[in-house]
Nanobody, 126 residues
Framework: QVQLVESGGGLAQAGGSLRLSCAAS????????MAWFRQAPGKEREFVAA?????????VADSVKGRFTISRDNAKNTVVYLQMNSLNPEDTAVYYC?????????WGTGFGMDYWGKGTLVTVSS
């Protein structure tokens, strides 16, 4: 089993920045990818960004490309970050960290991901 714990959410003003962290524990050697998804009120969960466990590949949704960056802590390859810049109110959502044993090229809504965190709320005010 793998446990995922997110942190770093909170309130930001439009144009501001936040950095989310996701710490994985447990059988992390089994993981092939870690990803971020988000779900805004009344909307379907959507993919935000993903990174291979070895850091070799990343994938970022078009909706946040150029503003959000996913990275991992090279010293602690079980910690993944989501740097969010130029935030706007449409980024308001609960952000979830997820992990899977395999890398994907079609993340969708995250259906089938092996592990999920409980989520952290990001609120962007205008």
């Amino acid at each position: 089993q793998v446990q995922l714990v997110e942190s770093g959410g909170g309130l930001a003003q439009a144009g501001g920045s936040l950095r989310l962290s996701c710490a994985a524990s447990g059988r992390t050697n089994s993981l092939g990818a870690m990803a971020w998804f988000r779900q805004a009120p009344g909307k379907e969960r959507e993919f935000v960004a993903a990174i291979r466990s070895n850091g070799a590949d990343t994938n970022v949704a078009d909706s946040v490309k150029g503003r959000f960056t996913i990275s991992r802590d090279n010293a602690k390859n079980t910690v993944v970050y989501l740097q969010m810049n130029s935030l706007n109110p449409e980024d308001t959502a609960v952000y979830y960290c997820a992990a899977d044993r395999i890398w994907s090229t079609a993340w969708g809504t995250g259906f089938g991901m092996d592990y999920w965190g409980k989520g952290t709320l990001v609120t962007v005010s205008s």
